[in-house]
């Protein structure tokens, strides 16, 4: 929070700062099934305020992808991008947003590895200087699979949490919601126009604004 409060600061003074987001994430980070192709980052990023910013961002998605996978790509893929100078030749600002899902309860990695892929992914983004934002996985329609969904969403906020990085609880708000069940069935499984709108609601009012050191909108 003392870096956020430093940003504004920085940006009452007239500082124009330079950041950049580098998303990684499955299917659901690159909208598919929705209509509008915005999926909720591209919500996100079209509610986020550049007033005084020069805003970048970049989506590296994989779909179905783990966290053995992510852990592994993570580093090369992001920091190639974050490596990039600016237009004016300068360093910019390095926000990595980490949109996990429940692809490791159907393969090989336990629980006590998903947390430990995590905990390195954070741990060497901090080691960059790298701030991050984790969106924890999706509910389902299925209420077995969504218990299980239930540890594996405590654990991460918990690994998070401990890091002091900010996470976003899609699991607990959604599980019961209405308009995301029914999006959920009309739509195979995937959200449509609502339910991404639903997720991108939940990461802009849970932390995505302080993040970046900016002022909440005026609704």
Known sequence: MEQSTQDLRAAASGHRRHVRIVALGDELLSGVGDPR???????????????GITLEHYALAMPGEGTEA???????????????VTADGGTPERHLVVALNDTDLYSATSSARSRLNLANILDRASQEGIRCLVLGPVPTLDAER??????LN???????SRRS??????????VGHEQWRSDLAANGGLPGQAGYGLLAWLVLHRGWYPWL??????A
């Open 37 to 51: 192709a915005l999926g909720w980052f591209g919500r996100v990023i079209s509610k986020t305020p550049i007033e």
């Open 70 to 84: 992510l852990s592994e790509r993570w580093q090369d893929e992001a920091v190639a991008r974050f490596s990039a």
């Open 146 to 151: 969504n218990q299980r969904i239930s540890e």
């Open 154 to 160: 405590a654990a991460y906020r918990d690994v998070a």
């Open 165 to 174: 990085h900010v996470y976003v609880d899609a699991y607990a708000p959604l």
């Open 213 to 218: 050191g900016l002022q909440e909108p005026v």
